[in-house]
């Protein structure tokens, strides 16, 4: 120890160095370098009163845990990291803490380090960490920052195994995954196979048909093989989003053509079920989008499609087109059915990929059809939702940007 001229202690290390003259076979001078370590003394002196404090806690802890200096440096380990990482206490002490980290989180390590250093808790991290053996273990990192009089101390890593529990979500992640193929593969089929049927059909009534009969019959499997056409890209499209960015093909169009274009293609559908559909479009200014034209139909297509399916024998569906009240600049597309409506409960979740219906409800659909619209409105910032009508039926909403160059990017 030294005493400053203020008369405070301080704790150095002292190294020398002594030159030899081998002519006279003396020391000739010595050297001394001084190096105040006062404050690495005081935080060696916190660990081990705090090592010493909360050994029992410390050790006994189902957790691994690391005491690091304010470098990232070990300073002391407890029990339960011996038995998940096989590191021993000395081997371990005064190593780097992030070299037990694969490279990657090594850099997420010393951002979160920084951000304990001015004071900020951050969130609960998952890293990969090389035990004893090379073995990659999934572990939940917490960092917290131990302070004494306004000063950082030093660190407490907190890591906690979840290698088994991620491989258990794993295979249910798997499982679950299946069987929505095995769902979605059975829709897709019963949805593939009605189309055809109803082609094929139509193809053998043509056998002696007359002229007017044979040119009815082919706009109806013209009308058919577009439907089951829109059914595969709508698959297609969800596929792709799934792993990239979605393509879109943009042009200026009149929001009113596509929804008549959708409306005619389900006549026959609507027709089936005396269904009558009424279209009215407000004449209040330009009904103009930028936007793309197929996809949108298809959100029309499936929207009507639905409103149909679930509308009782001899109802009615009612689509407006108008200048949003609420949101200027935007075009708004609803349409009313009068059916059985959607439980409160499940409004919420009626636009997610593979929805399932109740027992007791009509099964129909890949499950994809609403999930689809809502990422072609997303993806044309605008937005899309579902509430019941007071009397009865569902109402569905689709706002759209009017005009060019409102489409998001």
Same mark, same amino acid.
Request: with cysteine; net charge negative; charged share 30%.
């Given at each position: 120890? @030294?005493?400053?001229?203020?008369?405070?202690?301080?704790?150095?290390?002292?190294?020398?160095?002594?030159?030899?003259?081998?002519?006279?076979?003396?020391?000739?001078?010595?050297?001394? @370098?001084?190096?105040?370590?006062?404050?690495?003394?005081?935080?060696?002196?916190?660990? #081990?009163?705090?090592?010493?404090?909360?050994?029992?806690?410390?050790?006994?802890?189902?957790?691994? $845990?690391?005491? $690091?200096?304010?470098?990232? !440096?070990?300073?002391?380990?407890?029990?339960?990291?011996?038995?998940?990482?096989?590191?021993?206490?000395?081997?371990?002490?005064?190593?780097?803490?992030?070299?037990?980290?694969?490279?990657?989180?090594?850099?997420?390590?010393?951002?979160?380090?920084?951000?304990?250093?001015?004071?900020?808790?951050?969130?609960?991290?998952?890293?990969?960490?090389?035990?004893?053996?090379?073995?990659?273990?999934?572990?939940?990192?917490?960092?917290?920052?131990?302070?004494?009089?306004?000063?950082?101390?030093?660190?407490?890593?907190?890591? !906690?195994?979840?290698?088994?529990?991620?491989?258990?979500? &794993?295979?249910?992640?798997?499982?679950?995954?299946?069987?929505?193929?095995?769902?979605?593969?059975?829709?897709?089929?019963?949805?593939? #196979?009605?189309?055809?049927?109803?082609?094929?059909?139509?193809?053998?009534?043509?056998?002696?048909?007359?002229?007017?009969?044979?040119?009815?019959?082919?706009?109806?499997?013209?009308?058919?093989?577009?439907?089951?056409?829109?059914?595969?890209?709508?698959?297609?499209?969800?596929?792709?989003?799934?792993?990239?960015?979605?393509? $879109?093909?943009?042009?200026?169009?009149?929001?009113?053509?596509?929804?008549?274009?959708?409306?005619? $293609?389900?006549?026959?559908?609507?027709?089936?079920?005396?269904?009558?559909?009424?279209?009215?479009?407000?004449?209040?200014?330009?009904?103009?989008?930028?936007?793309?034209?197929?996809?949108?139909? !298809?959100?029309?297509?499936?929207?009507?499609?639905?409103?149909?399916?679930?509308?009782?024998?001899?109802?009615?569906?009612?689509?407006?087109?108008?200048?949003?009240?609420?949101?200027?600049?935007?075009?708004?597309?609803?349409?009313?059915? &009068?059916?059985?409506?959607?439980?409160?409960?499940?409004?919420?979740?009626?636009?997610?990929?593979?929805?399932?219906?109740?027992?007791?409800?009509?099964? !129909?659909?890949?499950?994809?059809?609403?999930?689809?619209?809502?990422?072609?409105?997303?993806?044309?910032?605008? #937005?899309?939702?579902?509430?019941?009508?007071?009397?009865?039926?569902?109402?569905?909403?689709?706002?759209?940007?009017?005009?060019?160059?409102?489409?998001?990017?």
């Amino acid at each position: 120890q @030294f005493i400053t001229k203020d008369g405070r202690r301080i704790d150095v290390e002292i190294t020398a160095t002594a030159f030899y003259d081998p002519v006279s076979g003396e020391f000739v001078r010595t050297r001394a @370098f001084v190096r105040d370590i006062t404050e690495r003394k005081k935080l060696e002196g916190a660990i #081990r009163e705090s090592e010493e404090k909360y050994k029992n806690l410390f050790d006994n802890l189902t957790d691994s $845990l690391f005491m $690091l200096d304010t470098d990232g !440096r070990v300073m002391a380990v407890n029990r339960k990291q011996e038995e998940v990482l096989g590191y021993l206490r000395d081997s371990i002490r005064g190593g780097d803490f992030p070299l037990i980290l694969v490279e990657e989180d090594r850099r997420i390590f010393a951002e979160l380090l920084e951000r304990t250093r001015e004071g900020v808790n951050p969130p609960t991290v998952e890293v990969e960490v090389i035990n004893r053996d090379g073995d990659l273990l999934t572990m939940e990192m917490d960092i917290i920052g131990i302070r004494r009089n306004e000063k950082m101390d030093f660190l407490v890593i907190h890591l !906690r195994d979840v290698t088994n529990q991620k491989a258990l979500e &794993e295979q249910l992640l798997k499982a679950e995954r299946f069987n929505a193929l095995n769902h979605f593969s059975s829709m897709l089929a019963h949805d593939l #196979r009605n189309p055809i049927i109803g082609i094929r059909q139509r193809l053998k009534s043509l056998q002696g048909a007359s002229p007017d009969v044979t040119n009815r019959v082919l706009t109806d499997i013209v009308t058919s093989s577009e439907l089951l056409l829109g059914l595969i890209n709508d698959v297609l499209d969800v596929y792709q989003n799934s792993y990239a960015d979605l393509p $879109l093909i943009f042009s200026s169009f009149p929001l009113i053509e596509a929804v008549d274009e959708a409306v005619k $293609l389900l006549q026959i559908e609507a027709e089936d079920k005396k269904v009558q559909v009424n279209f009215h479009c407000c004449r209040d200014g330009s009904m103009e989008v930028y936007a793309d034209k197929r996809r949108m139909k !298809r959100v029309f297509i499936n929207l009507l499609d639905n409103a149909i399916q679930y509308s009782d024998t001899g109802g009615r569906v009612n689509i407006t087109c108008c200048h949003a009240e609420e949101k200027p600049g935007y075009l708004q597309f609803t349409i009313e059915d &009068e059916g059985i409506g959607i439980p409160p409960e499940r409004l919420p979740s009626i636009f997610e990929p593979l929805y399932k219906v109740g027992k007791q409800e009509i099964k !129909r659909g890949t499950g994809l059809g609403l999930y689809f619209c809502k990422m072609i409105v997303d993806a044309h910032g605008g #937005r899309v939702w579902a509430e019941n009508r007071p009397d009865k039926g569902a109402s569905f909403c689709v706002t759209l940007p009017a005009g060019e160059g409102s489409h998001a990017h």
